[in-house]
């Protein structure tokens, strides 16, 4: 029997006929990138291929990189094989990758969220014979509200704390969730501050040509008072930290699909928690898999176990499938490099000695 398209190696999803692997965790010659988080777009390859708007994300977290773009639809041929990439709504500039050879049609979604969010290309289904999947929130208890609910519940909140005399600080992790809150904040509110981390996503985006709502980066020179009244978007490693402290009394809310049901230390501390993913909820992610019509489907990371035994049982053909993608704090996004940036932002005297280990 002839090799499959794609097979899953000890560097990543490799396509032997192209010669390219897609989100290659070790370094490759040729790699194909869904989207620029890092447990997909790793340092190191001779040569990548992304979507067009991952481009200034890719280049600011990676450095110079030898990096082609192409758009959605778009396709290119290495050794035979063509690559197209087709909007997976994660977050902006996320792919999935459709990959043809001979009739035959293998697409790796990389990360996805099927519900459209207002700022990332909306997710399309692609027909396939093979379709890779995650499937980060497998387990049927997490169901998605749907985002203008949330983002009622966001500014209602906002609003009480301005009432009360408190400051807002808002977390979500700095591509994608940061973007997404501040695409739907009531700026009638007050002015949308931002933490270094999250404003230097945002200036690479503005440099890609994406608009984003008005922000202003709080930097050492900041009016405490000012921001007070605005409210304060900032990444999850900043929870708890001096920096935050700084702006106190405050309330802050948690932005993670994880508030569903549990939470991490720095999640559980939280005053609110809003429940926002940008993964695919359950009844996406079979939505998503049906929409292919694929026959068979790989799951690569999150609920992988309970998630192939439910599809099986339904009726499709399921496999799991090893790879080093995500994991469970996957909603978190919380890099290493992230981290590492973050505290580093931090004046010395300021980081904790769980900090300084960090910063290692
Ligand atoms: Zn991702
Ligand atoms: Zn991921």
Not at 65 to 93: R, W
Request: hydrophobic fraction near 35%; charge should be negative.
């Amino acid at each position: 029997m002839a090799k499959p398209l794609l097979e899953f190696t000890d560097r990543g999803i490799y396509c032997q006929q192209g010669k390219f692997y897609i989100d290659p965790w070790k370094p490759v010659d040729d790699a194909v990138i869904t989207h620029a988080h890092a447990d997909h777009a790793y340092w190191g390859h001779k040569r990548y291929l992304a979507h067009h708007l991952s481009r200034e994300v890719l280049l600011y977290r990676l450095g110079e990189i030898n990096l082609q773009t192409i758009e959605y639809g778009e396709s290119i041929v290495k050794n035979g094989v063509k690559i197209s990439m087709y909007p997976a709504g994660h977050v902006i500039g996320s792919a999935q990758i459709r990959v043809e050879y001979k009739g035959v049609v293998w697409v790796v979604s990389g990360d996805y969220k099927t519900e459209d969010d207002g700022i990332s290309t909306p997710f399309e289904p692609v027909k396939c014979h093979h379709f890779i999947s995650e499937c980060t929130f497998g387990m049927p208890v997490y169901t998605w509200k749907p985002q203008s609910q949330i983002f009622e519940d966001v500014n209602g909140w906002w609003k009480s704390n301005l009432e009360h005399g408190l400051a807002t600080v808002i977390v979500g992790y700095s591509l994608g969730k940061a973007q997404r809150i501040l695409q739907n904040l009531d700026l009638n509110l007050g002015k949308v501050y931002t933490h270094g981390v999250i404003e230097n996503t945002n200036e690479a985006l503005r440099r890609n040509g994406v608009i984003l709502n008005p922000t202003e980066r709080i930097t050492s020179e900041s009016s405490k008072e000012a921001v007070r009244k605005g409210i304060i978007i900032a990444p999850p490693s900043s929870v708890g930290t001096p920096w935050m402290r700084k702006f106190g009394p405050y309330s802050f809310g948690y932005c993670s699909g994880w508030m569903a049901i549990r939470g991490a230390k720095r999640r559980r501390a939280a005053d609110r928690g809003f429940v926002m993913s940008d993964h695919a909820d359950w009844d996406g992610l079979v939505s998503a898999i049906d929409a292919t019509d694929c026959e068979c489907v790989y799951l690569t990371h999150g609920y992988t176990a309970t998630f192939t035994r439910y599809l099986n049982e339904i009726g499709f053909n399921a496999r799991e499938v090893h790879t080093l993608y995500g994991g469970e704090e996957e909603d978190d996004a919380v890099t290493e490099k992230d981290e590492k940036e973050e505290i580093s932002e931090l004046p010395k005297d300021e980081r904790s000695p769980e900090l300084k280990e960090a910063a290692k």
